[in-house]
Every structure is written in C-alpha cells, then in structure tokens.
C-alpha cells in the first residue's frame, strides 16, 4: 500500500527503506526503542528490524515535531501527540511531576506509532442497523485499543455525511481532540469525511461537543474515545437536546459496558474484536441487549473481503 501520509519521512534515514517496504503490506504500528530493534507490527505477526539508538530517536522526534518540540510539548503530557495524516505517536520516557499531574516529558526512550489509514466502506454493511429512518439511532462504537474504533467512526460519518447509504445526508459536526479522525491540516480534513461535515479539531471533546451544540446546528456530533466524567456529561446533554451522538469507548463487551455510568437513549453499541489472524468480528446490540448483527470482516492485507454474515436477530 502506498504510503500516501508520509510517515515514512519522519524515520531516520537508516530505516526509512526498511519501513517503506513493509508499508505494502499493511503495517500497523512502528515500535523504537533505545538500544532495541525496531518492531513492525501487523494484524497477525511482527517482524524485527536494526537496532536503534537513542540518537535515532531524538532525529525522529525531530522529524516529527518538525523541530520544534515545545510545539508539542503539552500534547505529550497525554502519552503521545498526533503528526499530519493523522498518525498517533505514542510516547514513554522520563517525566516530571507536581501537584497537579505530570508536568514534563524528557528522555524519551520509546516510541509507537499507529499508522492511520483510511478504509472506505467498512461501514457500509452495518448502517442499516445504525439508521433510525432518515437520522440515526445514538451509537457508541467500543472495542480495545488498536482494534479499529477510530477507523469504523471515520467511515460512519463519510456514509451519514455524503448520504452514501441512499437516505438523507446529515449535518455531522465532529470533534477531534488528537486530530485522528479527520487528521486536519491548517484546519482542514485530509481524510474524506464527506460533503456535510465539520470539524472541530484539536479540541478537548466536552468542550467542542458543546461548542458545536451551538455553533452549527448539527444532526449528528461523532467524537472519539469518550470516557471522562464530563465527556459523558456534555453526551447527555447533547442528547437532551435531541442531537444524536455517535461515539467510541473503550470496553470489551456489554457486561463491561453496564459497570461504565453511561448516560440513557443510546440504541446501538457496536463491538469489535480483533483475533490473531486480524479478522475483525462486529457485533451490534440494541440498548435491550439484543443481538442484531454479527459479522466477520477480514482486513489483514487492508482488501475488504465479503461480509459473512452470521445468524441473527435482524429486529430493530
């Protein structure tokens, strides 16, 4: 697969051909660590490269950061900071504390960076049991990390968006806190996310979610990784207002969901679970708990193959 974001531009020189080759073959995620080899991750197998040294990393952050780290010096706080295309860095090292939480980051040893790709529709199969009629039922996509929460949301909101399903398009305004979804650049999406979206980018998800409440009159507020306290709070209140919200969580399944303080009127939950092989299997539930779908999707070369459906409750 061509690597069309460029990441390989922000590895050192040493390694760029290395990687670049393995970016054919679905790549995942790069792990560097100082004194280590380089890990390629993909769906099913990891593959070891050269070693690296703490010098190669500090000319990748260099690289990254486009060489001014206090550019994303807050970002890394977080654990990680997000570079163009949407690319996820994930960050572990030295770090400073006070009262407050962690302060500094420095010496950084180690880092993961989740490779962003966009794959159009994957969620295609599923939007006849996301849609209520013209609008959509509210829906909080969950899975582990790494698994594919990001990459489903993304191509939802393309399909409400463009009205790429055959029913109304939807005003969907979205909030991206780590630039993931819509990897905007100078305030733009470079991933397509359809005709009759916003986006509010690098902005911390309660407050764009009511930002945006406000501002342009949405159908539909999709934002990623929910789980804070006031995340959930501002959901509700989206809610309340009649918006209908499509989110992310992170969990495993519906025993997991029911220990979480979610708010009411969410309809859908959609699960993914990834195996060793790097099948994806959907499964979507109703707010009663009812299977309504289940579905294996394999992706470990990013070639859609065909929906095998299982059996089934189909009732809404």
Same mark, same amino acid.
């Given at each position: 697969m061509e690597d069309k974001m460029g990441i390989t531009e922000y590895l050192p020189q040493k390694i760029r051909s290395e990687a670049e080759k393995y970016m054919t073959y679905g790549l995942e995620e790069i792990r560097v660590r100082a004194g280590k080899q380089v890990e390629y991750i993909f769906?099913? /197998?990891? $593959?070891?490269?050269?070693?690296?040294?703490?010098?190669?990393?500090?000319?990748? *952050?260099?690289?990254?950061?486009?060489?001014?780290?206090?550019?994303?010096?807050?970002?890394?706080?977080?654990?990680?900071?997000?570079?163009?295309?949407? /690319?996820?860095?994930?960050?572990a090292g030295q770090t400073g504390c006070g009262q407050k939480g962690i302060t500094s980051v420095t010496d950084i040893a180690s880092l993961n960076i989740r490779i962003a790709r966009q794959i159009k529709g994957v969620a295609m199969p599923f939007m006849r049991h996301i849609r209520d009629g013209d609008s959509i039922y509210n829906t909080f996509i969950v899975s582990k990390p790494g698994d594919g929460k990001t990459t489903l949301l993304r191509d939802c909101i393309r399909i409400l968006s463009d009205g790429g399903d055959g029913k109304r398009r939807l005003k969907v305004a979205v909030v991206d806190e780590r630039s993931e979804i819509g990897a905007c650049f100078h305030g733009v999406a470079q991933n397509d996310l359809g005709a009759s979206s916003d986006v509010m980018d690098n902005c911390p998800k309660a407050y764009g979610m009511r930002m945006l409440l406000r501002s342009m009159s949405p159908d539909v507020i999709a934002v990623d990784e929910l789980g804070g306290e006031d995340d959930l709070c501002a959901v509700n209140q989206i809610i309340n207002c009649g918006i209908h919200i499509l989110g992310t969580l992170h969990g495993r399944d519906m025993d997991?969901?029911?220990?979480?303080?979610?708010?009411?009127? *969410?309809?859908?939950?959609?699960? *993914?679970?990834?195996?060793?092989?790097?099948?994806?299997?959907?499964?979507?539930?109703?707010?009663? $708990?009812?299977?309504? /779908?289940?579905?294996?999707?394999? $992706?470990?070369?990013y070639k859609c193959m065909e929906m095998q459906e299982k059996p089934g409750n189909t009732s809404a």
């Open positions: 769906a099913d /197998h990891i $593959c070891r490269g050269i070693y690296i040294g703490r010098n190669d990393i500090e000319e990748m *952050i260099n690289y990254l950061s486009d060489y001014s780290f206090h550019a994303i010096s807050q970002q890394l706080l977080a654990g990680f900071f997000t570079v163009e295309g949407g /690319h996820r860095v994930g960050i997991d969901i029911d220990m979480k303080k979610l708010p009411g009127g *969410i309809g859908r939950f959609v699960f *993914i679970e990834k195996n060793k092989k790097g099948e994806r299997q959907y499964s979507i539930y109703d707010k009663d $708990c009812r299977l309504l /779908h289940s579905a294996v999707w394999n $992706c470990g070369n």
